[in-house]
C-alpha cells in the first residue's frame, strides 16, 4: 500500500485513539496534501516558548519556564500578569477555555472556565418593563457578571499538570502590581475611551491624583490587585470563593445601576469542568478545539468544507487569489449559519457536534458555498433539534496566549472578561466580566422559536473562543494558535489556519495577512490591508469589503518546524512570541 494510501488510515486510527480527544467515527478518505505542505517534524517539539499579548506577561510566563515549570504552570502566571496590563481583555474576573496538550500521554484535555449564570437568573434577565434593555445599560449593569471562571480552571489544571507549587506563580504580578508598570499605548486608549472606562470603579483606579487620567508611558500601580494575587497565592481559588475578595466581588455586582443577583453560593459553588477535547483531521494534522459551549466546532465544520474537492482547489491558489478569498469568505458564511442556530450550553440543549461535522453534511454545506449569495441560512445537520437563530451580540474584550515548555507540554488558551473592561465594575483590584451578555436577551424569537442561547440558572453562555492544538498523524505537537476577535474569532483562527497549513506561510505572515470576517448579508474587512488590486477583485465577485465591525484580531502561537518554533504575535497588538 502506498503512503498516500496509508494516510487517511493513519490520521483515522490516531483521531480515535487520541484518548484526550473526543471523536466520532471518521469516514472519508483525507485528500493527499499537496507537494508544499510541511512535513511532519521528525523531533518532538520541546519549549520554551510564550506567545501572548503583551511582552511583560511573556517575561513572567517564560521566567516560570526557566525555573523548570510546565507549561500550565507558566500559563497560570502569565493570565496573572495579563490581568493587570491588559485589564481591557482579561483577568482574574473572567473565564477562559485552557486546551491542554500532555506530550507523554499524547493527550489533549479542554479545562472549560466559562461563567455560569447565578441561581436566581430567568431567560428575561436582560428584560425591563418588558423590553430587552439596550446593550449597553446592560453591560453596565450588575446582571451581566456570572460566576468566575478562569482561575477556577488555571488551578483544576495546574493541580493535574503543574510542576512548581501553585504559590510561587505570582510574584511577578504581584511586584507588577505594588511597584507600578508603564501603561501601554493600547491600554491608554482604552482608558481614555468612553463605557466601562467611565464607571465610577474604572474612574477611580484611572485617574492620577492630579485629576487627569493615565496615559501612554505612566506608571500604574495597583496595590489591591497585589493583595488579591498574594491571597489568591497563598488560599488558591477559595480566595475567590468565600471571604473579603468574594465580598467585595457580591458588593460590587449588586450595586446600582440595576443591581445583579449573583450570589455567595454562586460563588462558592462555581466549578470548572474538564471535557475530552474535540479533534478532526485536516490534511496531514489533526486539529482540536474545546466542545460547546465553545464554538470551536464551527472552526472544525469549516475546515471540514475546506478539505472538498472544489473547495480545496480553489483555497490551493493561495492567498493572492480573489477566489480564495471569496472561497474563504462563502466558507465561512455557512459556518456562521450554523453556529449561531446550534451551539450552546450542551448541558442545557443538545448540540448536534457530530451532525455538524458529518461529511455528507459537510460535503452538503460546502456545495452551497460557490453559488451563496447574500446571507446563508442554517443547514439540518443530523441529530439537529430545531432551534431559532441567534442574534446576541459578541463585542470586544478578549486574549489568546500559548506556552510550551521543555518537555512538549502546551498551553493554548483564550481568556476574556467579555468587553473591553468586562462590566466597568471592580473588586480587589479587578475588573469583573460581562460574559452574561454573551447570552441571547430574548430566550424566543418574535414568533415564539425557542432560542439554543438563552439565559437559565446555572447556564454557560455559548462563547466565540476556539484555542487550537495542532498534533501530527503520530499524536505528536505540531503547534498552537488562538486569538481574540469577538464573534470573529472563529474567522481570525481560520485566517491563521488556511494561512499556516494551506497556504505555507510563516506564521508571522499568516498572522499578518489581512481579516475578512463573512456573517450574515456583509463582508467586514481589514480593507486597507488587501490593497486596490485585490480590493476590486474581490468586488468583481460580490465581495464588497467593509471596514471590520468586530474587534480586531490578537492572534498569538506558533509552528514547530523540526528544530524551532516559528511563532507569532499579531502586528494589531503589543504582543510578542519568545524562546530560547
Wanted: aromatic share 6%.
Amino acid at each position: 500500500m502506498t503512503s498516500s494510501a496509508l494516510r487517511p488510515l493513519l490520521v483515522a486510527t490516531l483521531a480515535l485513539s487520541l484518548v484526550g480527544c473526543h471523536t466520532a467515527p471518521l469516514t472519508g478518505a483525507v485528500p493527499t496534501p499537496p507537494a508544499e505542505t510541511p512535513a511532519a517534524p521528525a523531533n518532538p517539539a520541546r519549549g520554551p516558548f510564550v506567545a501572548a499579548a503583551n511582552p511583560l506577561a511573556v517575561e513572567a510566563g517564560m521566567a516560570v519556564l526557566r525555573r523548570g515549570g510546565s507549561a500550565v504552570d507558566a500559563a497560570v502566571a502569565v493570565q496573572a500578569v495579563l490581568g493587570l496590563v491588559e485589564p481591557q481583555s482579561s483577568g482574574l474576573g473572567g473565564g477562559a477555555f485552557i486546551m491542554v496538550y500532555d506530550a507523554d500521554a499524547h493527550e489533549v484535555t479542554t479545562y472549560d472556565g466559562r461563567e455560569t449564570a447565578p441561581a436566581e437568573a430567568t431567560p428575561e434577565l436582560f428584560y425591563e418593563n418588558g423590553r430587552p434593555l439596550p446593550f449597553m445599560d446592560a453591560v453596565l449593569s450588575g446582571r451581566s457578571t456570572g460566576a468566575p471562571g478562569a482561575v477556577a480552571a488555571l488551578a483544576l489544571a495546574q493541580e493535574r499538570h503543574g510542576a512548581l507549587e501553585w504559590s510561587s506563580l505570582f510574584g511577578d504580578a504581584e511586584r507588577l502590581a505594588r511597584d507600578g508598570f508603564t501603561v501601554s499605548p493600547r491600554l491608554a486608549g482604552m482608558i481614555a475611551g468612553q463605557g466601562q472606562a467611565r464607571t465610577r470603579w474604572a474612574t477611580e483606579y484611572f485617574t492620577k491624583p492630579d485629576g487627569t487620567r493615565y496615559v501612554a508611558g505612566d506608571t500604574l500601580r495597583n496595590p489591591a490587585y497585589a493583595d488579591t494575587v498574594a491571597a489568591i497565592a497563598r488560599d488558591g481559588i477559595a480566595a475567590l470563593r468565600t471571604g473579603p475578595i468574594a465580598e467585595a466581588i457580591l458588593e460590587a455586582v449588586r450595586a446600582e445601576p440595576r443591581p445583579g443577583s449573583l450570589s455567595a453560593s454562586d460563588l462558592a459553588g462555581y466549578r470548572p469542568i474538564a471535557r475530552d477535547a474535540l479533534c478532526r483531521p485536516f490534511r496531514v494534522y489533526v486539529v482540536c478545539i474545546p466542545p460547546p459551549p465553545s464554538s470551536g466546532v464551527a472552526l472544525l465544520q469549516l475546515l471540514a468544507m475546506a478539505e472538498t474537492p472544489t473547495a480545496a482547489s480553489v483555497l490551493a491558489e493561495g492567498e493572492t487569489s480573489a477566489d480564495a478569498w471569496t472561497m474563504f469568505a462563502q466558507l465561512q458564511r455557512l459556518m456562521y449559519a450554523d453556529r449561531d442556530r446550534y451551539v450552546a450550553d450542551p448541558a442545557f440543549v443538545g448540540v448536534p457536534v457530530a451532525g455538524l461535522l458529518d461529511p455528507d453534511y459537510v460535503a452538503e454545506r460546502a456545495a452551497l458555498a460557490p453559488g451563496l449569495t447574500g446571507a446563508a441560512t442554517a443547514g439540518t445537520p443530523p441529530g439537529g433539534i430545531f432551534r431559532a437563530p441567534d442574534a446576541t451580540h459578541e463585542p470586544a474584550g478578549t486574549s489568546h496566549l500559548v506556552v510550551v515548555d521543555a518537555q512538549g507540554n502546551a498551553v493554548s488558551m483564550t481568556t476574556t472578561v467579555e468587553s473591553i473592561f468586562g462590566s466597568g465594575r471592580m473588586a480587589g483590584g479587578f475588573f469583573l466580566n460581562n460574559q452574561l451578555t454573551d447570552f441571547s436577551f430574548s430566550p424566543t424569537t418574535a414568533e415564539g422559536q425557542p432560542i439554543a442561547n438563552a439565559v437559565a440558572a446555572g447556564k454557560r453562555p455559548r462563547s466565540t473562543m476556539s484555542p487550537v492544538i495542532i498534533l501530527d498523524q503520530q499524536g505528536r505537537l505540531v503547534g498552537a494558535l488562538g486569538s481574540p476577535g469577538g464573534g470573529s474569532i472563529l474567522a481570525y483562527n481560520a485566517k491563521g489556519l488556511i494561512g499556516t497549513l494551506v497556504w505555507g506561510l510563516p506564521v508571522q505572515a499568516a498572522f499578518d495577512l489581512p481579516n475578512l470576517v463573512a456573517r450574515g448579508p456583509g463582508f467586514g474587512a481589514d480593507t486597507a490591508r488587501f490593497g486596490p488590486s485585490l480590493t476590486e477583485q474581490l468586488g468583481e465577485r460580490g465581495i464588497v469589503l467593509q471596514p471590520n465591525t468586530s474587534e480586531n484580531s490578537g492572534l498569538h502561537g506558533g509552528i514547530w518546524k523540526g528544530d524551532h518554533w516559528d511563532g507569532g504575535a499579531d502586528d494589531r497588538r503589543e504582543g510578542v512570541a519568545r524562546t530560547e
